[in-house]
């Protein structure tokens, strides 16, 4: 079972930059396509990009989409999410994990707060 360990996650202002990171273990996590995900309060988790295994296709949610990169280093067994121009609305816990369930394991995340 591969074990996630989030950060990078923090206080910015509106319009700044964050980098997260993902480090997983586990022999198989080369072979997973993953993903980023995010939960505000009092909402449901929403999934907020998405690699290939080989780090050679990405999707993104709108919400995100020109703003947020997604990739992958599987030499190092990381994930990453460049966040740039950060808004108000994305603000939460953000999560990453393989990109399709089930899903029995979640690690602890990472805080990301935007000031106004």
């Known amino acids: 079972q591969v074990q996630l360990v989030e950060s990078g996650g923090g206080l910015v202002q509106a319009g700044g930059s964050l980098r997260l990171f993902c480090a997983a273990s586990?022999?198989?996590?080369?072979?997973?396509?993953m993903a980023w995900f995010r939960q505000a309060p009092g909402k449901e988790r929403e999934l907020v990009a998405r690699?290939?295994?080989?780090?050679?296709?990405?999707v993104y949610a709108d919400s995100v989409k020109g703003r947020f990169t997604i990739s992958r280093d599987n030499a190092k067994n990381t994930v990453y999410l460049q966040m740039n121009s950060l808004k108000p609305e994305d603000p939460a816990v953000y999560y990453c994990?393989?990109?399709?369930?089930?899903?029995?394991?979640w690690g602890q995340g990472t805080q990301v707060t935007v000031s106004s």
């Open positions: 994990n393989k990109a399709t369930g089930p899903y029995d394991y």
């Open positions: 690699i290939t295994w080989n780090g050679g296709r990405t």
């Open positions: 586990g022999r198989t996590f080369s072979t997973y396509a």
